[in-house]
């Protein structure tokens, strides 16, 4: 019996006196033959005390035949279903004992479309049956108690036709052919794992030659005809596990180790102990015309989820409000690896890109602490972005370097050796950090953990009697102040500054614990010449130089380090759009940096002078537009033409990367008529041969040929993703089609999202590609609102979030009105926060709009 009823008190917990030690799960599914599966599960149950029901999470599953042994007893049992907690509940006629049992159950399904839980896939005529279980949709797989703190021994079978490979966390230990060419596959007993991190792939898969690190067999799973695609993965992933068992000093935890490429995932990847799954992307390149940005990507992610088999998946998080715990210590320990495999891609710059859209976030009303407190499934989906990713790394990374690499390390082996194959909670890890290095970590971390946003250092430099004395006031950074209202929030700030000397480019740093509102400090040696306020950018807060001090830094930028010149043009932005430096200020920085060398450093500019070229001027400050243009041509065209299309033969990626920056500059944000049309000649010459340029030109001339492309150009670019040879270059095409601005095109792309031409894993980025297109936001905002319901139905559940952040890209308060509208009758889940901080953006433009026009043209009138 199966009915439905309500819990006259949610409880989107489970009860902690009955808890799974292992667990017997049978499926059988065959993608090929039919959406369908079906199975049955025994779980071995310890209950702490008597009762006569169970319960345990199932969705979008019919679960029937419930019984229970326990000695030689057996009792059979009904099911309720509670549906608003995702919970069934099997109560029995009499009570079960304290002490062991085992709970059966059969179950059946339709592999969803929404790529989580088990769900189905397609390549050509081809049909796969995937798992995607973070952070609670194992119920949606099989009735299961689904927590992390769950932990249990899974022995899994699956069922399937003859032809379908089967991968699961463990080696396969017996393969029993069956009737009708059929088998049955049976894995190894996993070690006790959380239920999110169980794994199932079914289909006709092709697996790489092994690469070995000691006993670990390393391999990569891919759909036919992609062998030739899995050299650099496997490269990078035996240099990444290597690197950490080193840094863990233990062995990898795991059988084997599977590294399967997904044709239509939600996430980038997922660390399924022994079995992760990517995005095609990520884990399939061709190194003759892959980006360096693609391979920095890709080993960046494959670092992150190997970290996780020992920080997340050997010791896992109590609960989500800790996921923190997983993902921060796992994005930080990412960047260690391959900076330590391949140094000379100087991968913390890319860390410093995504340190600077989380301070961008995190200086929202609407943002949240690193720690949040959850309760149900769609709030522990909303924690999955960059205050969880990127904060929680730079806090880790602020920590580490707070009190040594060694002493850290240290700890971190501690917790690990400490927590194994158990649950913990932050405050474990302090413990164990304040053991291994003698510091008491809790009371400087918990307010980075605990409290949401971050201070501005107000820094203001003195010089007296051959002393330096430096002024710092603290205070929490707003983008748009609310007025009448102030915090006396506080944050333990690690400061570490830079000082220069009065000539040359000698520095060294200055240290110190900054715990007041305001502080005084005198600086060793005779005098500074300069003095930047958050060296390496090691510490997650922004500096506010006075203005004098501001002018000295501008003189001195070749004092600073890259990474640092990269944090000075986001936070000199970030100050400007908040009001607490002029606009002037901004635009003599990005004027200083035309001659720039380092491709990060100019990438640093393209968000901001992006932003006015499409956002501010357009809307705001039409007459400008034509002497913006000018002035982006004029200071960065020189560069780009003296690089020239064509590498030499002596140029190094750097070199390549300035060239691929400073296209973007000049064609994509200043419209170079020339720069354009010569794009569309080697975008032509691209298609016929994706050789024929620099691959790290290869978005950029395909993105800018869109632009003034037509029809024609339009058909070659769905053939070209529909027949690519790479995920890389099918990503590319595909995408490029929202960079079209005819009207008729940008229609076409919209209609296209609704069908099969774009995977269900592509359907956001498309329309979120389209959202910040100038030309097409509100052709494609007027299409989300006609088609919505066909849409939603196509938008993975934690990617939904992301089309409901972009819309803040339409500016206008009418605007805002429709999006808070539309939402409120069409609510997303996931997305929640995502509205409340898209409406608050909308509200920071309308505040900035008339003051950064007057600026930008008196700044252009005075030049």
Known sequence: MHRSSRLRTPRYRLPDDVRPESVDLHVDVDPSKSDRFQGDVSITLRLDRASRSIRLHARDLRVTQPRIRWGDQEMRGRIESHPAVEMIEVQFPKSVPAGGAVLELNFSGRLRTDLCGLYGASVGKRRYAFTQLEATDARKFFPCFDEPSMKARFRIAVTTGAANAVISNTPVRRTRRLPSRRKRVEFSETPPLSTYLVALAVGELERSRPTRLGPTEIRIWHTPGKARLTAFGLEAAHACLDRLERYFDLPYPYAKLDLVAVPDFEFGAMENAGAVFFRETLLLLDPATSTLPERKRAAEVIAHELAHMWYGNLVTMAWWDDLWLNEAFATWMAFVVVDDWRPEWKIWHDFQHGRAAALEMDALRHTHPIYVPVKTAAEANQNFDLITYEKGAAVVRMIERYLGSTPFRKGVRLYIRRH?????????????????????????????????????????????????????????????????????????????????????VRSHLERHLLTRARQRIELAGSGAGFLYGNADESGFFRPHHARRDFEQLLRRLNGLSAVERMGLVDHQWALVRAGRADFGSFMDLATTLADERDPDVLMALHKPLGFLADGLIPDAAPRCGSAYATWIQNSFGPHFEAAGWKPRASENDADRMRRAALLHLVGGIGGSEAVLEAAAHHCERYLDNRRAIDANLADDVVGLAARTGGAALHRRFREAAKSARTPQEQRRFLLALGAFRDPKLIERSLELSLTGAVATQDVIFLLTRMLANPAAREPTWRFVQRRWSRLYKRMPSLLASRLVESTSNLLTSAHRREVATFFARHPVPSGSRALRQSLERFDWYRGFRGRAARDLRDWIDAR
């Open 420 to 504: 194994r194959e158990s649950n913990t909670v932050a405050a474990d890890l302090w413990t164990a950090l304040s053991e291994a290095s003698g510091e008491s970590v809790e009371p400087m971390v918990r307010a980075w953990i605990e409290q949401s946003g971050y201070p501005v250092l107000t820094i203001r430099k003195q010089e007296s009697g051959g002393r330096t004395r430096v002024d710092i006031s603290q205070e929490p950074f707003v983008e748009r102040k609310r007025r009448g209202k102030s915090s006396n929030t506080r944050w333990p700030v690690p400061w570490v500054a830079r000082v220069g000397s009065k000539r040359g």
